[in-house]
């Protein structure tokens, strides 16, 4: 069941907020991982496969920006997996998409503004860059993630790791030339940023600013390089 977010207040969403829940989500964000190339599918299970084995023991998990449910539904010994994302059309197909024998609640909300009580979970993910896709306020992002998860709880994001890059950015000319996408803008895409015509734009977050977003937190993160694809940062709560 999706449940419906709360009501927002103050500045409305960013445009790569719009860009989620609009152009690119339910079966469209699902194309894109079809057109993945396997050294960027490697790159994908490596990180579901790091968030698996860090959340081991855990009964109540959340993903900031799930999607379709593409790492949810990985989580079924999980006793419940709870999924966050603002596009309602992706969470009407996750519900469909997800196995019916697991407990995957889902809820349309923005990841800054949660509705959740305090420490209510025992880890909170964010993977594949979400940290830079929801386009919403870092800071806010981590201490909404810090303020939801349990005392000795875990925390993850993943940024993308620079040894990636041509395989990150030929993944997107794919993307593009499926129609998923803009069309990649390539003067302005370079250093760690891709950029397409359309407004879409997807930056790469640094250790130095996860350690910075963190540390203003109250918390002293560690970092974990997975296949040479992602950058983790780790916290316990």
């Not at 992706?90 to 995957?104: E, M, Q, V």
């Not at 593009?176 to 803008?185: R, Y």
């Not at 879409?200 to 997975?226: H, I, M, W």
Request: proline share 3%.
């Amino acid at each position: 069941m999706v449940r419906p977010a709360p009501k927002e207040s103050g500045p409305s969403r960013t445009l790569m907020s719009e860009y989620y829940r609009g152009k690119l989500s339910a079966e469209r964000l699902r194309k894109c991982y079809e057109v993945a190339s396997p050294r960027i599918r490697r790159y994908l299970d490596a990180e579901a496969s790091f968030v698996k084995e860090c959340t081991r023991g855990a009964r109540l998990v959340l993903e900031l920006g799930c999607g379709y449910g593409r790492v949810m539904k990985q989580f079924v010994r999980v006793r419940t997996a709870v999924g966050c994302d603002t596009s309602r059309d992706s969470l009407i197909y996750a519900g469909k998409y997800l196995p019916r024998h697991g407990d995957f609640p889902l809820v349309c909300a923005d990841a800054s503004r949660l509705c959740f009580r305090s420490g209510t979970f025992d880890a909170v993910f964010c993977v594949q860059n979400g940290i830079s896709a929801f386009g919403v306020d870092r800071g806010e992002l981590v201490a909404e993630a810090m303020r939801v998860t349990k005392v000795g709880g875990n925390i993850l994001f993943s940024s993308y790791s620079p040894r990636i890059w041509e395989e990150r950015v030929a993944w997107f000319r794919a993307q593009s030339m499926a129609g998923l996408v803009g069309e990649i803008d390539e003067a302005r895409t370079r250093a760690g940023t891709i950029v397409c015509t359309d407004g879409f734009r997807s930056t790469t977050v640094s250790r130095a600013e996860f350690k910075r977003l963190f540390s203003n937190a109250g918390a002293r993160p560690r970092f974990k390089d997975v296949d040479g694809s992602s950058v983790f940062c780790v916290v316990r709560r």
